[in-house]
């Protein structure tokens, strides 16, 4: 026959947590080793209780900590230069779905922080603090370490005369105007980007087969919630580069790159839309200067957008 658990009855007033906890070991028939961190003054009624509820209901004020041993608790304030720290306890690894082991650490408070290790580049940490410090610490963990969503960007690097992308009217404030009309700036619903999407592929498409449009590159870029992506679609050319004395003269061989390079950060929102910076810069070269050094001409552009 499983015998009865002893229950905790006690009144403290303004009472030494030491004593506090004698007067609770005594009653419930158990030992309780009290390290050196630990003190101070208790004022707390308990009321047929379990033990181990008492112990929380008397330790909570001040953060002070338990752990069941071989035969007996060991009570202790947790803190890394306790005495029982190394006793109380234990070590666990926490891999990481998202987050560096720097970034999370930056992101605990302080007080949990000192407890967690890293080895930078490495995809987890390790914890080692009181049970309930490390259940803490994993349950800030699983709310901050998310995998972020990723965003898909599909591009088309295209030449086409001013002429023809006037024509086009592509307009990223909203409004369409030119022959084409094609229209980005204002929200739409999954649909209506699509849509969008298929009509100016079908625009460039059109223009490339006229002989309008020469389509330069269509690279794909994945880019995570927040992060920075870049594409870059260039051309080397060489240049022979005269320096030195007309009796003494030395030539060398430089490389100029021109072409495009396209940054874009995105930006998922709760609502599925998502905004984009985008940072297009366009150069070529366009002739020779002094010393027929080349001439670049470079366009560089910034906008926002939200589809």
Known sequence: MLEEPILISNVFYDTDIREALMDIASQAMVTILVDDSVGGFITLEVMDVSLEKALEMVLAPGGFVYKKMDGYYLVSSGSLDSPAFKNITSTVRVDLADLTAEELISILPEYYSQYVKAISGKGF????????????????????DT?????????????????????????????????????????ASIGGIFERLERITATLNL??????????SNPRLVVLDGEQGEIRVLRDE??????????????????????????????????????????????????????????????????????
Request: hydrophobic share 40%; proline share 5%; charged share 20%.
């Open 238 to 307: 060489y240049f022979a580069i005269t320096t030195g004395s007309a009796a003494f003269p030395t030539t060398s061989l430089e490389t100029i790159s021109a072409g495009v390079i396209m940054t874009v950060s995105p930006r998922i929102h709760p609502d599925g839309s998502i905004t984009l910076i985008l940072s297009p810069e366009v150069s070529n070269v366009v002739g020779a200067g002094i010393q027929d050094l080349p001439v670049i001409s470079r366009r560089i552009a910034s906008t926002t957008v939200r589809v």
């Open 147 to 187: 995998p972020r969503k990723q965003v898909m960007l599909d591009t088309v690097v295209t030449e086409i005369s001013g002429e023809e992308a006037e024509n086009i009217g592509i307009e990223w404030g909203g409004a369409n105007t030119g022959s084409y009309g094609l229209q980005f700036g204002e929200l």
């Open 125 to 144: 940490v390790t914890i080692t603090a009181p049970d309930e410090i490390i259940e803490k610490i994993k349950e800030i963990i699983e709310i901050t």
């Open 207 to 216: 223009l490339k087969k006229e002989g309008k449009a020469r389509i330069r």
